[in-house]
């Protein structure tokens, strides 16, 4: 099985145990990508040894299973990231509270290698627009945020469904949330 890894690069108490993790999937012989950028913070930042894997830039990966390392912050990174991929992430908490990130790190992974586990459907939202800055990540997990750039007046936002329009807002603002929310 190949498992794609993020992790959470602010924090290094909740990144230490991607060591122990590591370990349990050497265990099962698994093949391992991870982000560039969490494999660097691992390596530079907390002077792990990480076993050889492959590196990946953005959504620039392919696995069968995703794997975060974190909180819900980094979970809704990773889930930016697979978009329309349709690949299932293990959210694995190392805080305090998760509502996505909700396996902790000493649970075991026998039961993902022996298909002992649910997939939770959810919706993505995906964002098209004219700004290459934002089409970076075009996916969301559980909003999206169209905001005014300054405090001084109101936008005007014109919003349609599958094209057809709907209405005309003037406001500070515009969240279009999944199911999931924000």
């Known amino acids: 099985m190949k498992f794609a890894i993020f992790g959470n690069t602010y924090q290094a108490k909740k990144s230490s145990h991607a060591e122990n993790l590591f370990r349990l999937l050497g265990q099962h012989n698994a093949q391992l990508c991870i982000c560039r950028e969490f494999h660097h913070f691992l390596t530079t930042d907390l002077h792990l040894n990480?076993?050889?894997?492959?590196?990946?830039?953005g959504d620039d990966f392919c696995a069968d299973m995703v794997i975060s390392i974190g909180g819900d912050g980094t979970f809704l990174k990773a889930a930016s990231r697979v978009g329309k991929k349709?690949?299932?992430i293990l959210g694995i908490n190392t805080g305090r509270l998760g509502f996505l990130a909700?396996?902790?790190?000493?649970?075991?992974?026998?039961?993902?290698y022996n298909n002992h586990y649910?997939?939770?459907?959810?919706?993505?939202?995906?964002?098209?627009?004219?700004?290459?800055?934002?089409?970076?990540?075009p996916y969301a997990l559980n909003e999206i945020a169209v905001l005014k750039r300054d405090s001084s007046s109101m936008i005007s936002i014109h919003a349609a469904i599958n094209g057809a329009p709907l209405t005309t807002y003037q406001a500070d603002g515009l969240v279009i949330s999944t199911p999931t929310g924000s």
Do not use: G, Y
């Open 50 to 57: 990480i076993p050889d894997a492959e590196l990946f830039d």
């Open 102 to 112: 909700d396996i902790s790190p000493e649970e075991t992974f026998d039961e993902i």
């Open 118 to 137: 649910k997939v939770e459907e959810r919706s993505v939202l995906q964002l098209r627009c004219d700004d290459e800055r934002l089409m970076q990540s």
């Open 86 to 88: 349709n690949i299932p």
